[in-house]
């Protein structure tokens, strides 16, 4: 264990090191369209041109922010994932914004650190019982270490046996998706289904797998060591973008985080035009729809009082017809929030925290969130207004479990069969990934209590196996454009029989 200590530990501090000390260079024109967060919520030191922006002066880059947004009604929020670093995630945003048009909505991207290395030295080096505390943390730094290894070391026998009972299977056992719900509309498996592998696609996933194999044994207690750690780490700094630290010691609890200053910035906008009106129907309409089910007029149950039934749908209608008038006016401040992997994490806060904003479309691609949280959050948000969407993308369940990292040396599977396998202790199927369909698949009769008019505004859309065009590993998602309605919308999708899909 000493050496390991030795070994480990300066590259987990060179980690930490790299991951907060590097300055990114910006335009003025990328400065107005980007957050850039430090693991405590703060915002970085950006070179805007020629100028340094000073950490502390969190005021002026939302003021460059708002300013850019100007009169315009739409915005684009967008949340990358895990396993991304700061530079990379600027490198990303710079190259998306130079895709999107004058017609297409204000893209803000909010750029935060969550590579694994550096969030698992965070928790070895500064953080403690969920406070930045270093002094603290020198002192334990051996027996977190020590405790880390050791835990994974008594784990070793069920995750290598995890691991090789998975390799076996996707080496002999094709994997078919979970089957839908009944009484929710099918449709096909377009991408191979049913077709066996070819001579030369077994060979070469037989050898692809075989060789990396071995290393894996080493490989696989090094994530369930760091994993848990690491991710917990992340969840820490999901909540920092709205909290810092100091926020609990203030008597004024300002909420002192970077996207908390934002959403405040942005909060005279949420009332404008028709905002508040649409919000009043949508909640009177709601309402409404409550009432109904409570009478038992939804199913029409045997207690069903048919004038009362009668009466409320006819309320329902009308209430409906008067929120399309207002939503048809187009001049609310609308918000489009897509979210990527982990971000769906900061996107559930965001929702909790800021419901008074009209969320317009929500998109969660390979959702890393768990199911009772989005149940609890963004589909909550969803039950109550009308006028939202919701669209879960989700890989094939083969390239979910086929995805790989450090060219097969680590464990397969994306970072949801990570976040399954090794990191959560689930305690119910609702604790898995929202991200993975056969997850989705198992839970929906479970949580499938929505009224038609609910289902009717939610979409999950799956990817093929084979084509290109498509998103085929998990972090894929971030190399098409995320922001394009064709992208999440398979019913604006020309090409939709090339993707597996299902609709309420």
Not at 1 to 7: A, E, F, L, N, T
Not at 403 to 432: A, C, T
Request: aromatic share 8%; with cysteine.
């Amino acid at each position: 264990m000493p050496r390991i200590v030795r070994i480990l530990l300066p590259l987990l501090l060179l980690a930490l090191a790299s991951g907060c000390a590097s300055k990114l260079r910006v335009t003025p024109h990328e400065y107005a369209h980007m957050l850039c967060v430090d693991p405590d919520g703060r915002t970085l030191p950006l070179l805007v041109g020629k100028e340094t922006q000073p950490r502390a002066n969190f005021d002026r880059q939302i003021q460059a922010i708002v300013d850019g947004i100007g009169d315009r009604k739409h915005v684009l929020i967008y949340i990358h994932g895990g396993l991304v670093s700061l530079d990379k995630a600027v490198h990303a945003a710079k190259r998306d914004l130079a895709k999107f048009s004058d017609e297409d909505p204000y893209p803000i991207f909010v750029n935060w650190e969550t590579g694994m290395f550096t969030s698992y030295a965070d928790h070895l080096v500064r953080i403690r019982h969920g406070r930045a505390e270093p002094l603290r943390a020198a002192v334990t730094i051996p027996f977190v270490l020590l405790a880390d290894f050791g835990a994974a070391l008594a784990r070793l026998p069920i995750t290598l046996w995890n691991q090789s009972s998975k390799g076996l299977a996707e080496l002999f056992v094709p994997n078919q998706p979970e089957p839908r719900p009944q009484d929710w509309e099918a449709s096909a498996w377009v991408d191979r289904q049913g077709e066996a592998r070819s001579a030369a696609e077994q060979t070469e996933l037989f050898v692809t797998a075989l060789i990396p194999g071995i290393a894996r044994i080493l490989t696989t207690p090094l994530l369930d060591a760091i994993g848990l750690p690491a991710f917990r780490n992340m969840e820490r700094r999901a909540r920092v973008l709205f909290l810092w630290d100091s926020d609990f010691d203030s008597k004024e609890r300002q909420l002192s985080g970077a996207l908390s200053r934002l959403m405040r910035a942005l909060q005279p906008r949420a009332g404008e035009g028709g905002a508040t009106s649409l919000q009043a129907a949508a909640a009177k309409l709601h309402n409404l729809r409550q009432q109904h089910a409570l009478h038992g007029c939804e199913r029409m149950r045997g207690d069903a009082e048919p004038r009362a039934c009668a009466s409320l749908e006819r309320q329902i209608a009308e209430e409906r017809e008067r929120l399309a008038q207002i939503d048809g006016r187009d001049d609310a401040f609308r918000i489009t929030l897509v979210a990527h992997s982990m971000g769906t994490m900061v996107a559930n806060e965001l929702i909790r925290r800021h419901p008074e904003f009209i969320y317009e479309t929500i998109v969660f691609m390979g959702a890393a969130c768990s199911i009772k949280d989005f149940a609890d959050t963004t589909l909550v948000y969803v039950m109550q207004h009308e006028f939202t969407h919701f669209y879960s993308l989700t890989l094939h369940p083969e390239s979910e479990s086929n995805d790989r990292y450090g060219y097969g040396f680590f464990p397969h599977g994306s970072l949801l069969d990570w976040i399954d396998s090794y990191v959560v202790n689930q305690k119910s199927e609702l604790d898995r990934t929202l991200g993975k369909w056969d997850n989705v698949m198992r839970v929906l009769p479970v949580i499938d209590d929505l009224s038609d008019d609910v289902r009717q505004r939610i979409s999950i859309r799956g990817f093929g196996r084979e084509p290109a065009d498509q998103p085929r590993d998990h972090g894929d998602f971030n190399d098409f454009d995320f922001w394009k309605p064709a992208f999440w919308n398979f019913k604006s999708d020309p090409r939709t029989k090339d993707r597996w899909t299902l609709e309420p």
